[in-house]
């Protein structure tokens, strides 16, 4: 971990970052510029891994251009705005089912994220809430294992 307090991602960071949670391995596109890629890798946003899984440091990450960069659970953290978080993190009963106040609109974004994820009366997961227009929900919000991780991440970096 760094010992300063990471900067915010800019817009173009987060829209990779974001790109890289709809991924299901968490890649980050392959075309990023070098400067929003160094940027991502100083504030430990993502990582670049050598052959044998273990994270590069920022320098050989840069320098290797072959291979995958991917998100970090701290890059995961970092998309959220302050009512995603509070759904992940505040408004989630014991069963991992996101609390009836978390609107619509903060559930469906959490599962474009993979930190959420809608699940009929018996548990399966559903593609959407199925709502009809008509009927209303009849598949509610429940967080996945991932945004749970992302929930228990600490709030300040490590010293």
């Known amino acids: ?70 998100i970090t659970m701290e890059g995961r953290r970092a998309v959220l705005s302050t009512p995603q978080l509070y759904a992940l993190t505040r408004h989630v009963e014991p069963s991992g089912r996101l609390a009836p106040n978390v609107t619509w609109q903060t559930a469906s974004s959490l599962v474009d994220l993979g930190l959420a994820e809608y699940r009929d009366a018996n548990g399966n997961p559903k593609p959407t809430d199925g709502d009809t227009g008509v009927s209303g929900a009849v598949h509610y919000p429940f967080r996945t294992a991932l945004g749970q991780q992302v929930a228990e991440l600490p709030t300040e970096p490590a010293r």
Do not use: W
């Open 1 to 70: 971990m760094t010992t300063t307090t990471p900067e915010p991602p800019t817009q173009r960071a987060v829209k990779h970052l974001k790109t890289a949670c709809a991924d299901p391995n968490g890649r980050l596109p392959d075309k990023i510029s070098k400067k929003i890629l160094h940027a991502l890798l100083t504030d430990e946003y993502a990582y670049r891994p050598d052959g044998d899984g273990y994270r590069l440091s920022v320098e050989d990450a840069l320098a290797e251009t072959a291979g995958p960069v991917f």
